[in-house]
């Protein structure tokens, strides 16, 4: 769960030369769902133009049997776009479509461009009128600007000019473009369905569609599927790639394939890393779920202390605008998760969690656990201590609003009211991604950003925001791609 928990940015999901693409996509979407609640879409080919249906909410909520009748074709792709605090707007939900002087083309985007403040004042002062307040936009600009010959061409060479993270699907009337920038942060894999080709940015999405799981679209790639086949252009790419390492720690679903691992595995070999690291003196190891599952299971095993379920998550709470009056104390930690004090009453616990942001929500926690009856509470998290924000793709707080960043583990600890508290290093943490070598992206654990962000204070996506006003209060050029 986390603390205020990080948001992914969003997931994508493309095929194309299948005569049920629109059913498809939305199946695919639905697997992706965890990567995004505020909005989904998706833009349909038949061949001779594009149809496209977006709306506010869940995947399930914004399609319905008539929307996918307005939705024909062999090829589609589509998009579900995180959620945060505050209101939204439909103009900035995803898929784009658009029509330019090459026909039409949509665009899906997963990641976060760092250099974006300053494209969208050069395109503007060269005449460009923007409809929203996203950096993906800009991308369709400068891909209307391109003199390229080719639509893949065109696409490459705006993502020349862009820094930062992204995952992309591209639609026309006959292609399905899919391209990584050449970190990787965000992942994005190819798959095959009876004849037709998926990309997705999860392989749960091929699993519930049935299709095959057939490789990694790789950093720095650009993938064109046509009626031809496929055709693989490879931009020159960094020796080692970056890719998101809290991907494995909590974005993706667990039973997911990611950069070549079983997310659950690496999740469960976090928390045998954790226990070696870190070992505590207790009756019973348990979960913050969902995320922490994995990890609490593999520091149980690890160390001998039977796991139990001690918190059981409501999985069905929503937003609400009805807040009760301070006799229920933890009101917002206690509508998600709930203590069982049969299996707490008594025992010294230690509850893993994939990571402390702020420290309220911990603390929170804390108390439950102890007014269940724990008579020790031993707080161990399956990541190192989170001292940065994140400006490839995942809404977090400011460095300021990260406890980790200006207190120290100690610190921390008598703040959340714990009997101790333990991370894993970063050492630990690669080794348990079986990744010693480099190849991932730890900037909110290390500081090492492996792309240099301008504008810092005003290009990092924010988990909270001013809601006084009703309305989310964006700066200018905010990311929601």
Request: charged residues 20%; proline residues 5%; negative net charge.
């Given at each position: 769960?986390?603390?205020?928990s990080?948001?992914?940015?969003?997931?994508?999901f493309?095929?194309f030369?299948?005569?049920?693409?629109?059913?498809i996509?939305?199946l695919?979407?639905?697997?992706?769902?965890?990567r995004?609640q505020?909005?989904?879409?998706?833009?349909?080919?038949?061949?001779?133009?594009?149809?496209?249906?977006?709306?506010?909410?869940?995947?399930?909520?914004v399609?319905?049997?008539?929307?996918?009748?307005?939705?024909p074709?062999?090829?589609a792709?589509?998009?579900?776009?995180?959620?945060?605090?505050?209101?939204?707007?439909?103009?900035?939900?995803?898929?784009?479509?658009?029509?330019?002087?090459h026909?039409a083309?949509?665009?899906?985007?997963?990641?976060?461009?760092?250099?974006?403040?300053?494209?969208?004042?050069?395109?503007?002062?060269?005449?460009?009128?923007?409809?929203?307040?996203?950096?993906?936009e800009?991308?369709?600009?400068?891909?209307?600007?391109?003199?390229?010959?080719?639509?893949?061409?065109?696409?490459?060479e705006?993502?020349?000019?862009?820094?930062?993270?992204?995952?992309?699907?591209?639609?026309?009337?006959?292609?399905?473009?899919?391209?990584r920038?050449?970190?990787?942060?965000?992942?994005?894999?190819?798959?095959?369905?009876?004849?037709a080709?998926?990309?997705?940015?999860?392989?749960?999405?091929?699993?519930?569609?049935?299709?095959?799981?057939?490789?990694?679209?790789?950093?720095?790639?650009?993938?064109?599927?046509?009626?031809?086949?496929l055709?693989?252009?490879?931009?020159?790419?960094?020796?080692?790639?970056?890719?998101?390492?809290?991907?494995?720690?909590?974005?993706a679903?667990?039973?997911?394939?990611?950069f070549g691992?079983?997310?659950?595995?690496?999740?469960?070999?976090?928390?045998?890393?954790?226990?070696?690291?870190?070992?505590?003196?207790?009756d019973?190891v348990?979960?913050?779920?969902d995320?922490?599952v994995?990890?609490?299971?593999?520091f149980?095993?690890?160390?001998?202390?039977?796991?139990?379920?001690?918190?059981?998550?409501?999985?069905?709470?929503?937003?609400?605008?009805?807040?009760?009056?301070?006799?229920?104390?933890?009101?917002?930690?206690?509508?998600?998760?709930?203590?069982n004090?049969?299996?707490?009453?008594?025992?010294?616990?230690?509850?893993v969690?994939?990571?402390?942001v702020?420290?309220?929500?911990?603390?929170k926690l804390?108390?439950?656990?102890?007014?269940?009856?724990?008579?020790?509470v031993?707080?161990?998290?399956?990541?190192?201590?989170?001292?940065g924000?994140?400006?490839?793709g995942?809404?977090?707080?400011?460095?300021?609003?990260?406890?980790?960043?200006?207190?120290?583990?100690?610190?921390?600890?008598?703040?959340?009211?714990?009997?101790?508290?333990?991370?894993?290093?970063?050492g630990?943490?690669?080794?348990?991604?079986?990744?010693?070598d480099?190849g991932?992206?730890?900037?909110?654990?290390?500081?090492?950003?492996?792309v240099?962000?301008?504008n810092s204070?005003r290009?990092?996506?924010?988990?909270?925001?001013?809601?006084?006003?009703?309305?989310?209060?964006?700066?200018?050029?905010?990311?929601?791609?």
């Amino acid at each position: 769960m986390g603390d205020h928990s990080f948001h992914d940015e969003c997931g994508v999901f493309g095929i194309f030369g299948h005569p049920e693409s629109s059913n498809i996509a939305y199946l695919g979407l639905y697997a992706l769902q965890h990567r995004g609640q505020e909005s989904a879409g998706i833009v349909s080919s038949d061949g001779e133009s594009l149809h496209t249906h977006r709306g506010m909410g869940l995947v399930a909520d914004v399609f319905n049997e008539q929307t996918f009748k307005n939705l024909p074709g062999q090829s589609a792709i589509g998009h579900v776009r995180y959620s945060t605090t505050g209101a939204s707007h439909v103009r900035n939900a995803q898929p784009f479509a658009m029509d330019y002087r090459h026909g039409a083309f949509a665009m899906a985007h997963n990641g976060n461009i760092v250099n974006d403040v300053q494209l969208r004042r050069e395109l503007e002062d060269s005449g460009s009128i923007f409809r929203t307040t996203t950096d993906t936009e800009i991308i369709a600009h400068l891909i209307a600007a391109s003199e390229a010959k080719t639509t893949a061409g065109r696409i490459m060479e705006a993502l020349a000019q862009v820094q930062g993270a992204y995952s992309m699907v591209f639609l026309t009337e006959t292609r399905l473009i899919a391209s990584r920038d050449p970190l990787g942060f965000r992942p994005l894999v190819l798959g095959s369905l009876d004849g037709a080709w998926v990309v997705a940015s999860e392989t749960c999405a091929f699993d519930l569609i049935g299709a095959r799981y057939e490789r990694e679209i790789e950093p720095g790639e650009t993938l064109e599927i046509t009626a031809s086949g496929l055709t693989s252009y490879r931009a020159p790419a960094p020796a080692m790639p970056r890719r998101c390492i809290f991907e494995y720690i909590y974005f993706a679903r667990p039973d997911s394939i990611l950069f070549g691992a079983n997310v659950y595995r690496v999740r469960k070999s976090l928390g045998s890393r954790l226990a070696a690291e870190q070992p505590a003196k207790a009756d019973i190891v348990i979960a913050v779920p969902d995320s922490g599952v994995p990890a609490a299971m593999g520091f149980s095993e690890a160390s001998g202390i039977p796991y139990e379920n001690g918190l059981t998550r409501n999985h069905y709470v929503g937003r609400t605008f009805i807040e009760p009056t301070q006799q229920i104390r933890h009101f917002g930690v206690k509508i998600k998760l709930n203590p069982n004090r049969g299996v707490l009453d008594g025992k010294r616990v230690v509850v893993v969690d994939d990571s402390i942001v702020r420290g309220t929500t911990s603390q929170k926690l804390v108390n439950l656990i102890r007014h269940a009856g724990a008579t020790e509470v031993h707080m161990r998290i399956s990541s190192p201590p989170t001292t940065g924000p994140c400006f490839y793709g995942v809404a977090t707080p400011t460095k300021e609003e990260l406890i980790a960043s200006s207190q120290s583990a100690a610190e921390i600890c008598k703040f959340i009211g714990a009997d101790s508290l333990g991370y894993l290093s970063i050492g630990g943490l690669k080794e348990a991604v079986n990744q010693a070598d480099g190849g991932f992206c730890d900037a909110c654990f290390s500081g090492d950003y492996p792309v240099t962000v301008n504008n810092s204070d005003r290009r990092q996506m924010r988990l909270f925001e001013d809601i006084s006003s009703g309305s989310r209060r964006w700066p200018r050029g905010q990311t929601a791609g």
